[in-house]
């Protein structure tokens, strides 16, 4: 096998993915959020609020004026997925590459990997009117499967992928009120995208005549047969209430509401679509000694139930993917509760500490600045599948990022 086949999955270039059912696909999994359960409706703060609740940009600390993202890369991946990555190259180097490959695939047989690589760029500012965002994202999303081999089929390696990119950008504007503060938001994004889902069979996955000329044409034809290019544009709203209640004052309640995803980024329901969503969320900030800040919130996403269920069938003979979406009321994959304590923030370093509960797991996240270098550090679980057969998938982020 060549590895250029291998480095073609993985970039996204050829086929796509999953075994039985597709994960929740989002747009861009900021580790700062998701350390803390993935809490952000009634939070904010940060230029990604863009992508949970526009209304969040107006919680952009204003003393500290234009805030630049230059660089922020990010990775996330499942703990396995670099050894099957490695055992799978190692086979088709092999002297018998068809029965070492497929002894890895059914090694491997129904686990589940997933890659992420991501790069935001943003430039933000809390104005005294308004506050506004504007960023740029690329990634590529990476979901593999493997099945051994049945009476009926083959060994399989099954994917649902994506490599995508756009532009966000949103404002946010508060208002006084005599009974609290209303921060109105609104968002625009605009995202292009390459999405993948199917399969390659064993016979695909090896070139045991190491012909180079056919090994390109096995690529055209797994992008001919799997490719689907799409573009859409969605509208985020959102609001943030900040009650004025003196019994609650130090601890600073604020209730959130968001519809994202208003408009043509469904992607014409291939793989990383985005439905619209309305999610509801509550948060707290008490004033607690020796700590600089400390947030408690909960959110509950997806309020109406428009996220589907993508059950693939790939047993056709001639190869053909087919799929089923199934409506699912799940409290536990979209309740979301976290904490986040910003233990020291100064101007040459910070440090922040969370926790939370996601999908019914536990995630935990630590955040480091430094001067110029922000280090951050998150585990999640994402559960893939339904409650009758569910994969659940650890996975952890590492985010480095150059901004001021």
Do not use: C
């Not at 990010?74 to 396995?80: E, L, P």
């Not at 800040?293 to 056709?316: C, H, Q, W």
Request: hydrophobic fraction near 35%; glycine fraction near 10%; proline fraction near 2%.
């Amino acid at each position: 096998m060549k590895r250029k086949a291998i480095l073609l999955i993985l970039s996204g270039a050829t086929t796509s993915l999953m075994a039985m059912y597709a994960e929740q696909a989002t747009l861009y999994e900021d580790p700062s959020i998701l350390g803390m359960g993935g809490v952000d409706i009634a939070v904010g703060g940060h230029s990604t609020s863009l992508f949970t609740n526009p209304a969040g940009l107006a919680n952009i600390k204003k003393e500290d004026g234009f805030i630049v993202d230059m660089l922020s890369v990010g990775y996330s991946g499942t703990s396995k997925t670099n050894d099957f990555l490695n055992d799978l190259n190692d086979a088709g180097d092999a002297d018998d590459s068809l029965s070492a490959t497929s002894a890895v695939l059914e090694q491997y047989s129904g686990e589940h990997f997933h890659t992420e690589v991501n790069a935001y760029m943003s430039l933000s500012k809390n104005s005294e009117q308004f506050a506004w965002s504007i960023g740029l994202l690329t990634a590529a999303d990476i979901n593999l499967m493997t099945h051994k081999k049945t009476n009926e089929h083959a060994e399989l390696l099954e994917t649902t992928s994506r490599v995508y990119g756009g532009v966000v950008l949103g404002g946010a504007k508060p208002y006084q009120t005599p009974y609290g503060e209303v921060d109105l938001g609104v968002g625009l994004k605009y995202i292009s995208q390459k999405s993948y889902e199917g399969t390659l069979g064993l016979s695909e996955l090896v070139d045991e005549d190491d012909n180079e000329e056919e090994e390109n044409d096995i690529v055209d034809t797994l992008q001919e047969k799997y490719e689907r290019q799409n573009n859409g544009i969605g509208i985020d709203l959102g609001l943030i209430y900040k009650p004025t209640i003196p019994q609650l004052s130090l601890w600073h309640p604020a209730v959130g509401l968001s519809i994202m995803n208003i408009g043509s980024i469904n992607m014409d329901d291939n793989y990383g679509g985005q439905p619209t969503t309305v999610n509801i969320g509550v948060s707290v900030s008490p004033e607690v000694k020796y700590i600089d800040s400390l947030v408690i919130g909960m959110d509950y996403v997806d309020l109406f139930n428009a996220t589907k269920l993508r059950e693939y069938d790939f047993s056709d003979p001639d190869g053909t993917t087919s799929y089923k979406d199934h409506t699912v009321v799940s409290f536990k994959q979209n309740f979301r509760l976290g904490v986040k304590a910003a233990l020291v923030n100064s101007k040459y370093f910070s440090s922040a500490l969370s926790l939370g509960l996601y999908q019914g797991a536990y995630t935990a996240g630590l955040n480091l600045d430094i001067t110029i270098l922000k280090i951050n550090f998150a585990t999640y679980q994402e559960e893939v599948g339904s409650s009758s057969l569910s994969i659940q998938d650890r996975r952890y982020i590492t985010q480095i990022a150059i901004g001021w």
